[in-house]
Every structure is written in C-alpha cells, then in structure tokens.
C-alpha cells in the first residue's frame, strides 16, 4: 500500500489542471447502457473508482476502448458500447469496492427490463440507505425486490410508465437513478425536490444531447418526456469543483496562490463565498479561477448543506484550512452522521478541534507539526494532505488508495506547484 511524504512549509504557487469531475463521471459512465450506439466521454480523470466502474461495464458486456492519450496528459478519452448486455447483475465485490455502482440500477433497468445490484451498504463517513432510490423507481413503475444482499428491480411489461415522485429529502444518487430511468419510459415523469448539485445538470445535459427530453434542468423540478430510444454521443465531462476546492485550500493553507485551471467560480459559489469569507482572494480568469491569500485566515460559521449550499465534499478540506486561522471558526455537518473521522489525525498534528454531535468547534493555531497520519475516506484523506502542507516538518499520509479514488496525480499535481511530496510504498 502506498503513501505520501510531505515536508510541509513551502509555499505553493503556480497553475494546476482540474480534472474532469468524478461525481459527474460516475453518473455518466452508466448512461452507456441507455444506447446501443457508442457514447464517448472526454475529460475523463484517471481514477481508481473510473477503473472499477469500467470493470462493471465490461462486465455487463459493454465494450470500453480508451483512446491514445499519452501518459504524461491528464484525463482520457474513453468510447462505451453497450450493443449487446450480457448480463444484469452487479455483484457485490464490485460494489462493495464502491457505491457508486448503485448508479447501474436505474439504467439498466431502462434497457432491459431488468437490473439486479448488491445492495452497498454501508461505508466510512455514515450509513447510506438508499430507499430513495428505490421509492423513486418504484413510483416510475418499477417492481422492487429484496433477497440475499441483493435487490432486484423489474419493469413488469418490459419497460416502465413513468410516473411522479416527490423526495422526501434531496439525494444526488437518487435523483440521477430516477432520471435514467425515466428517459426512456412510456410516459411522462415529474420529479419533485430533486438535487440540484452541476453533476446533475452535466448528467440532464449529456442525455439531452443523446435524445433525451427533460425540462427544468439546473432546478428542483424536473418532467421528463419518455423517448423510445437514445442515441450515441461524444461528451465533455465537467471540471471536478472538489478538486478545484481543495487546491484552493492547499495553496492557501501555506500563504500561497494558486491558478485552478477549467475551475468554473459558478459551479462552485458556495466554496469562493466560504473562501472570501476567511479572507481569500478569488477572481476568475478565462483559464481558471485564481485564488490567493490577502494575510492572515479570518475564522467563518458554517453549515453543509445541498446544492447550492456549502458541499459536504469540502468540509473536511475547509476544516483543515481553518485550523490556521486567526480565531474559532464553527462547521456543522447536515448530510453524512460520520464525517469528522478526520478530526483526530488533524488533532494529532497540533490542531484544536472539539466536536459534538453534527457541530465541529475549529479553534485557530499558530502552527500544525507533521505526524504519521491514517487516511479514512476519500476527502478526510485530502484535509490531512493540506494540514500536512502546512505543518512544520514530516506528514506521512498512510492508505493513499482513498486519495487514489478521487484526485488524479495528486503528488504530480502538487509538485507542480513546490510542494516537496514523495509518493512511497508502506511495504
Ligand atoms: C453523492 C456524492 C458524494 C457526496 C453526496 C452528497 C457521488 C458518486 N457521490 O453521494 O460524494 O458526498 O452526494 O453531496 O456523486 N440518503 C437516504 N436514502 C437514500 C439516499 C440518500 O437516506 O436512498 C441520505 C444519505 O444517507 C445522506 C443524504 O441522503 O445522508 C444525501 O446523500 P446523497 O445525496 O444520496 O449522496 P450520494 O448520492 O450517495
């Protein structure tokens, strides 16, 4: 297992590439069961979970060829081509490796009738149920079963109805399920309370440009008009805005400034508004967005919450920032029950951090000191990449495949800009 070295203390400058979003990417990978015609995906992050969801395709009988990218670029170009499904089950050790391939059910119930996924379970950061998901199939038509860890969605007659279903609370899985499933049913659909976050707006617009009609896209109502079949298509997957946050936090952490290039300041107003907020200058380029530091951290009061609201994705990020700043800044946490396992190792390294409940009181330090670190899940493991940016002497960051899952090239990309990081084996 790897791990990362950072001698924290020098200051980060300089332009870093934003990859292509893996939220976004997770959810339009599965759109290529919807066709039989070849969808092809540009600004694809290389990334363990992209890895892991090919492997599911393929092992639904969809072929993926990835296009001559060369190795020092990043992103890749990959071709999907569900011409004919050889099956319709998602194991469970595919989807114990990750959730994200509850995103199979609603598609390939589209397509054939029938779709049969482990149910994931579930993971570090909280418990995960994904009821909404089946509640919102279920209201399009859909037949849901439940036997030995697996579920089982059936559309009765071959395909569903469609139909209304209002969330009872937003869920960005389960609104993207929804949605694939409905392109192509019979009849009408109207989603109520839906998630707003722009990997649904990049998920609505990707199948609009393969045929789909849906109205209200970017808004918590959509109706979508069931097409009889989908077409193919060539699409750019978004710039990853937790990527672009959390550079933003990297570079400020250590006094720095940074160019996010692809950063997009309007898919990401909640994070530039909580950046500003402790003191950052943002100001967007027609590369990028670029972001530095005006002196000292400013503490800020803040709460999680669904888009547009602040993303819990950056939280433990932000936490890891504020640890420098000039004062006690306050987070709550509304979305996941389990999200501080981060606290502890950001304490280790000097920071003053008291929690309770869903509420984390961030007292400003003078100076973070380097440690051996453990890495929990994906973003936690990014909060104790920038503490150790900023801390005096060693970090070792331990279980990198977390941040495998989710940044590309991380120890490349913060070169880039003069971190000393070295990527190691444990063994
Ligand atoms: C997605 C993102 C994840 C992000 C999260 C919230 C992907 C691959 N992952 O996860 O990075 O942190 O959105 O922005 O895009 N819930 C239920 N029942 C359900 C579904 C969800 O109770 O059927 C609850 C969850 O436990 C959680 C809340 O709803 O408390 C929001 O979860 P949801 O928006 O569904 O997150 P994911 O789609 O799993």
């Known amino acids: 297992m790897d791990k990362i070295i950072i001698r924290g203390g020098k200051r980060l400058s300089g332009a870093v590439p934003i990859s292509g979003a893996k939220n976004a990417a997770l959810t339009l990978l599965p759109c290529a069961l919807l066709t039989d015609e070849p969808l092809t995906l540009r600004n694809l992050p290389r990334l363990a979970d992209i890895d892991t969801f090919q492997h599911l395709m393929n092992q639904f009988g969809v072929s993926t060829t990835i296009a001559g990218s060369r190795p020092e670029d990043f992103g890749r170009v990959m071709t999907l081509e ?6 319709n089950v ?7 490796k990750m959730r994200a391939s509850i995103l199979v059910l609603g598609p390939m119930l589209a397509r054939m009738g029938e779709a049969t996924v482990s149910l994931p379970g579930g993971c570090a950061i909280g418990n995960r149920p994904i009821d909404l998901h089946l509640k919102a199939l279920e209201a399009l038509g859909a037949q849901i079963e439940l036997a ?5 969605a059936i559309a009765p007659d071959g395909g569903l109805p469609g139909g209304r279903y209002s969330f009872p609370m937003v869920s960005v899985g389960a609104t993207e399920n929804a949605v694939m499933a409905a392109v192509t049913a019979r009849g009408k659909s109207t989603l109520h309370n839906v998630a707003r976050e722009p990997e649904i707006v990049d998920l609505c617009n990707m199948l609009g440009a393969m045929g789909a009609k849906i109205e209200g896209v970017g808004t918590s109502e959509l109706v979508i008009h069931g097409v009889p079949r989908l077409h193919g298509a060539t699409y750019r997957v978004m710039t990853d805005r937790i990527e672009a946050g959390s550079y933003a936090c990297a570079a400020a952490i250590t006094g720095g400034e940074v160019l ?3 950063a997009k300041i309007e898919e990401m107003e909640a994070t530039a508004q909580a950046l500003r907020d402790a003191g950052l200058h943002l100001e967007p380029r027609p590369e990028g967005l670029f972001v530095g530091t005006n002196g000292a951290l400013r503490p800020i009061t803040l709460a999680t919450a669904p888009y547009p609201g602040f993303a819990t994705d950056m939280q433990a990020q932000l936490m890891a920032l504020l640890c420098r700043a000039d004062g006690t800044s306050v987070l709550t946490e509304t979305i996941f029950e389990n999200r501080y396992m981060h606290v502890p190792e950001l304490n280790r390294m000097g920071a003053h951090i008291e929690t309770s409940g869903k509420t984390a009181v961030v007292h400003g330090v003078s100076g973070l000191s380097g440690a051996e670190v453990m890495a929990t899940d994906l973003r936690a493991s990014m909060s104790l990449v920038i503490a150790g940016l900023a801390a005096q002497g060693e970090t070792q960051v331990h279980r990198l495949y977390h941040l495998d899952r989710g940044y590309e090239r991380l120890e490349e990309k913060l070169a880039l800009l003069g971190a000393d990081v070295e990527r190691l084996s444990d063994d």
Request: proline share 5%; glycine share 4%; net charge positive.
């Open 148 to 152: 030995s860890g697996y579920v089982r």
């Open 90 to 96: 998602a194991p469970y050790d595919l989807v114990r």
């Open 260 to 262: 996010l290039q692809n």
């Open 82 to 87: 569900a011409t004919r499904i050889t099956s």
